[in-house]
């Protein structure tokens, strides 16, 4: 059973930064592609940021460009991302997922593994 379990979420002023960071367990999940995902109460969820297995590949939204930044540990099973320069359009509860090699990392159906997700909230 693989269990991702994400963190580092909290409340944060605008302009502010928060790491959020997510860990693995249950297997290796050293060859999967991890990815970030936020869902706004009343939106969907939506892609923020993906990493490959290697970390050689990384993707963004072109909404959190230049703010945020995804990395990964693979000696610790696990996925960050730092965001800067916060707005409140960012609140929303931020999930991590693993994907297996080949997937289409921008859509969430790709995903194999999800965490219970971490809420972010971005005051004004």
């Known amino acids: 059973q693989v269990q991702l379990v994400e963190s580092g979420g909290g409340l944060v002023q605008a302009g502010g930064s928060l790491r959020l960071s997510c860990a693995a367990s249950?297997?290796?999940?050293?060859?999967?592609?991890m990815g970030w995902f936020r869902q706004a109460p009343g939106k969907e969820r939506e892609f923020v940021a993906a990493?490959?297995?290697?970390?050689?590949?990384?993707y963004y939204a072109d909404s959190v460009k230049g703010r945020f930044t995804i990395s990964r540990d693979n000696a610790k099973y696990t996925v960050f991302l730092q965001m800067n320069s916060l707005k409140p359009e960012d609140t929303a509860v931020y999930y991590c997922?693993?994907?297996?090699?080949?997937?289409?990392?921008?859509?969430?159906?790709?995903?194999?593994?999800w965490g219970q997700g971490t809420q972010v909230t971005v005051s004004s």
């Open positions: 249950g297997r290796t999940l050293r060859t999967y592609a």
């Open positions: 990493i490959t297995w290697s970390g050689g590949t990384i």
């Open positions: 997922g693993a994907a297996a090699y080949g997937r289409t990392l921008s859509v969430d159906y790709e995903y194999d593994y």
